[in-house]
């Protein structure tokens, strides 16, 4: 009898089967060798015929994940959901990703081609879309843009903080605790509830690096309470010749009607603020990257800063920022916008197209959130599709996803930070999961 082992086609014969080509492509050599290599193996142990590996082999490639991450529709109502990366990009700042994933003149002066500023259309784009900050640095993400603040402005100093201001952000992450890291010190004042400025004043002293105010983001404190605003605190820093730092967050750039107790950089920088720091992937709806907006000498101590090029972005995040900014409004801004009406009117026709299609779905009024760490108590009214609680698994494990929330033993697919365009996607994924 033949010995089998001979007839088993060979590795580099079977890489170079112009069939496997769009696997490897997709999959990368080693990859599709490693599932060849198997194929070969069973055919060894007379699991499958020696002619059978290549079939064997396309078969299991088929079948491979793509790999990366998944798409997942948004439909929890929660317009900024951490989970889900919070502001999706625009088509323009993703296509911008695109271009900058090639070789681009994120740090040349193609005019007379030496080194350019890093970054400069992002910078300029940035600085534009807020006239009142004079210069303004961008970093990986807001907290690395704290981080940089007080390793340049209050290492080995203190930085003088309402005890109301001492907040964690989310998942473990304490504001306090990434400033004292920086090897600044943290000077307590006031009472959680109530600060005033003489709790201030009490405290600047030669040891004063900077004074923070700290936008409490996802809670709020309601009753006897209050402490002062950027714009009273202003005046006292400024006799003191003590830089005021303001961590805004949510990244307004300019006040929104719709979001009236939101801080944006705009407004602080008016009332006095040296300093303004927020994330790029909120409200803005960009990248994720952290913004520095503020007076010169304050961006320019902190871009010379040795800390500085650790925390620098990528050309693909300067890219997408650049978009955003320059750009049509992004994703987050029309959905923040979005009229209830219109919700209501959509979540109307996807229910009835889905109870046709036997599905048992009702439109529902409700009320979404901006999430994030943003606008705690606004409530955003609008609509969600309810379905059966049950599918909620089978949305999950589709292609897109949906990931919806569970009210009162319903799944609500809640329109909210949906696009319009993203309804017929959840039409198609819910009768897919209904059929799982
Ligand atoms: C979200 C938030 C941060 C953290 O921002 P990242 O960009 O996630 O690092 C810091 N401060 C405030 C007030 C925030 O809302």
Not at 33 to 44: H, L, T, Y
Not at 47 to 64: D, F, K, M, T, Y
Not at 148 to 167: C, F, K, N
Not at 327 to 343: E, K, Q, T
Request: a neutral charge.
């Amino acid at each position: 009898m033949a010995n089998p082992r001979r007839t088993i086609p060979r590795t580099d014969v079977l890489l170079a089967d112009p069939v496997l080509a769009p696997a490897v492509e997709r999959l990368g050599r080693d990859r599709v060798k490693a599932v060849i290599n198997r194929a070969q193996e069973r055919a060894r142990q007379g699991e499958i015929p020696p002619e059978a590996v290549l079939a064997a082999a396309l078969e299991e490639l088929a079948a491979l994940p793509q790999g990366g991450p998944r798409r997942v529709l948004n439909a929890t109502g929660v317009l900024l959901h951490t989970n889900l990366g919070r502001a999706p990009l625009s088509a323009a700042a993703t296509a911008a990703l695109t271009a900058a994933a090639g070789t681009t003149d994120v740090e040349l002066d193609l005019a007379t081609g030496r080194r350019g500023r890093r970054g400069r259309a992002a910078l300029a784009a940035l600085a534009a879309a807020v006239p009142a900050a004079e210069d303004v640095h961008v970093v990986n993400n807001n907290a690395a843009a704290l981080v940089l603040a007080a390793t340049a402005l209050a290492a080995g100093r203190e930085i003088v903080i309402s005890r109301g201001e001492l907040v964690e952000i989310g998942d473990g992450f304490r504001l306090p605790e990434l400033l004292a890291s920086t090897g600044a010190r943290l000077r307590e004042v006031g009472t959680t509830n109530r600060t005033s400025v003489a709790d201030y004043s009490a405290a600047l002293g030669p040891a004063t690096g900077f004074v923070l105010k700290v936008h409490p983001s996802n809670y709020r404190v309601e009753g006897f309470a209050g402490t002062p605003d950027v714009a009273g605190l202003a005046p006292l820093c400024e006799r003191a010749g003590v830089p005021l730092v303001a961590d805004a967050g949510s990244g307004l750039l300019r006040p929104d009607p719709l979001l009236p107790a939101e801080p944006d950089a705009a407004t602080w920088l008016k009332a006095g603020a040296g300093l303004v720091t927020a994330s790029g992937d909120k409200l803005l709806g960009g990248p994720q990257c952290g913004l520095l907006l503020g007076r010169s000498g304050l961006v320019d101590r902190l871009r010379r800063h040795p800390l500085a090029r650790a925390l620098r972005v990528d050309k693909l995040t300067l890219a997408a920022l650049e978009a955003t900014l320059a750009g049509p409004r992004p994703p987050v801004h029309a959905a923040l916008h979005a009229r209830p009406a219109d919700l209501l009117e959509r979540a109307r026709a996807l229910a009835a197209r889905l109870t046709a299609a036997g599905v048992p779905a009702e439109a529902v009024e409700t009320d979404g959130v901006v999430g994030g760490g943003g606008a705690p108590g606004v409530r955003l009214a609008g609509a969600a599709v309810a379905v059966p609680e049950g599918l909620a698994e089978a949305l999950r494990a589709g292609e897109p996803a949906v990931l919806g929330r569970v009210e009162h033993g319903r799944l609500l697919l809640d329109l909210r930070a949906l696009a319009p365009a993203d309804d017929e996607a959840v039409y198609g994924a819910v009768t897919a999961a209904r059929e799982r």
